[in-house]
């Protein structure tokens, strides 16, 4: 329950600074996507605006162009059939008389009516004073359109004969206004949701070595506490009880020093176990030859009144034989310590052939809930640490290889071991 409350913080922390990362993320794609939104918007507003100016620009020159005088009279035949003249863009003129100046062509195009005085002033200002008059002016259904008056002159005279009024109805460059607004604001959301979903995988893939590495250093702190826990009770209750009766000292001793060399194998086997996990360990491959690297481990392992015996073939091997002899060392004590009934001696069987160590022993076969290959540290008898088999795996994942345990045939247990053999 201990553990796996601790699991629980851990995973709570990582989820919580993978979340903070996403909203760190969020965030800042919220605020360059809605800078940049702003920027576009207002680039378009300048250019709808340029544009409109153009056209009115455009549409004006073309009207004054098409005015002509025959006899004495302002002609607007040609207005009529120019396709300028008669297009989107509305066209008024105005001819100036003795007192004021009058309405002499329409051509409305679709625009809403826009009141003769919201025109006339204008056209009356140019007149009089002559340059041009660009105003944004609203029609009868009070919405905004921009209107340019310019003059034209008489042909014979030079003077300014009158006033054409171009307007322009921002309505369709508004509306692409409003798409380019809408399509940012849906790209943007898209793109903020994708940014967001990526971002939140990109930081459970960033985070995912730090939780192995909280697992990992929980796991290590767990298990030493209980490993180291159970030899360190038996040191202090011998102890106190040596104390207690002085004739019992010399009995005391020699527990102390079996609880004292489990306590010691124990510590080995973690800091062997912690190096590799953090990677402190690396693997140093050479060419080995692998069937006299375990004979070598059997002979210093199997000691009397236990036996063993071999059967190898030639094998050489390519990996790390310090770490490969960590290995073999812990799964032949562990047949040794295990691999027997209480107080009958262990008969260990190893078996060498190219890419491939078993070690059998005959005792009452692996210990019930133990992992077939040996992972996590469950101990095979309540006199072992457990953490033999782990690390044995361990040295095995690292060379590419396996570890299984299975019953033997016959009784007994069958460690097998497989590295990949050199490949020369």
Known sequence: MKRSTRQLQTAERLAGLRLRLTALLLALNILG???????????????????????????????????????????????????????????????????????????PARLAVIPPPTLLGPARTVHAAGGEVSEAVRDERHEIVHLLAVPFRHADTGVIAGTVVA?????????????????????????????????????????????????????????????????????????????????????????????????????????????????????????????QLAEEVLTETVQHPHTATSHTEPTVTLGDPTLVRIALRNLIHNAVQHGRDADA???????????????????????????????????GSPTGTGLGLAIARWVADLHGGTLRLSPAEGGGTEATLTLPPDPR
């Not at 863009?89 to 105005?94: E, L, Q, R, S």
């Open 167 to 291: 307007v322009a109805d921002p309505g369709p460059g508004e509306a692409a206004h409003r798409r380019l607004a809408v399509a940012l604001i849906v790209g943007g959301t898209a793109f903020t949701a994708m940014t967001c979903l990526g971002g939140y995988l990109l930081a459970r893939r960033g985070t995912q070595p730090i939780a192995d590495a909280l697992t990992q250093q929980e796991r290590f702190v767990a298990d030493a506490a209980h490993e180291l826990r159970t030899p360190l009770t038996v040191i202090r209750a011998v102890s106190e009880g040596a104390l207690a009766d002085p004739k019992a000292q010399p009995d005391a001793l020699r527990r102390v020093i079996k609880a004292t060399d489990r306590l010691t194998d124990a510590v080995a086997a973690l800091l062997t176990r912690a190096r590799l996990v953090a990677g402190l360990r690396h693997l140093e491959r050479q060419r080995f030859r692998l069937d």
């Open 33 to 107: 996507l809605a800078g940049m939104g702003a920027v576009a918007l207002v680039v378009d507003e300048r250019q709808r605006a340029e544009a409109v100016t153009a056209d009115l620009h455009r549409t004006a020159s073309t009207a004054v162009a098409l005015l002509y005088y025959d006899s004495g009279a302002l002609l607007l035949d040609k207005l009529y059939d120019n396709a300028v003249a008669q297009g989107s863009t509305a066209v008024y003129v105005y001819e100036a008389n003795r007192t004021d100046v009058s309405l002499v062509f329409a051509h």
């Open 345 to 379: 001696p262990a008969a260990i069987t190893l078996t060498v052939a190219p890419g491939l160590v078993v070690v059998r022993d005959d005792g009452p076969g692996p210990a019930p809930g133990l992992p077939a290959d040996g992972e996590r540290f469950r101990p």
